[in-house]
């Protein structure tokens, strides 16, 4: 039988309040337990003595047996000293996703475009001005004003 020691939820909506206790491991959560060996009340400051309260005799005796605290159980046993708990490491727990990192790249390559598309409008309107600058300014010949026998005409058609 593997036993398990970990918390068991007790309290109402939304006040918690849990029990530390030693289990088989495939009794529910909140179900059958072997002995109570602690109590942690998170509503409680997290530097309040009450906050995490255990029998440490209970706790040493039931590892000794081989009882196997779950996460939230080690971190209490580390903070008092009963037993030391390794740091663990997940450098891929940040990485995003397949699909989020698709959507950067593509991200990226849009914005690239635009870019360039911009530096290229900027080339052309520095080349386009340059040429301005460079060539005599010539101006356009001005439409001639209908004369009055022109209007004459366009009225009797």
Known sequence: ???????????????????????DQRA?????????????????????AE??????ER????????AQPSDRVARFLDAAGVRERAA???????????NAKERAEEKAAKLAEAEEAKK???EEAKTA????????A????AEEAPTAEAEGEEKAE
Do not use: F
């Open 120 to 122: 290229a409008a900027e």
């Open 1 to 23: 039988m593997a036993i398990a020691m970990r918390l068991s939820r007790g309290g109402s909506k939304k006040r918690p309040y849990y029990r530390i206790v030693v289990a």
């Open 51 to 56: 906050r995490v309260q255990m029998n440490e």
């Open 88 to 98: 663990r490491n997940n450098p891929k727990k940040g990485e995003p996703g397949e």
């Open 28 to 48: 529910p959560r909140d179900g059958k337990y072997l002995e109570q060996v602690g109590s942690y009340n998170p509503l409680l400051a997290k530097d309040s």
């Open 129 to 136: 001005a340059a040429a301005a600058a460079e060539a005599p």
């Open 59 to 66: 706790v040493k005796h039931w590892l000794s047996v081989g």
């Open 138 to 141: 010539e101006e356009a010949p």
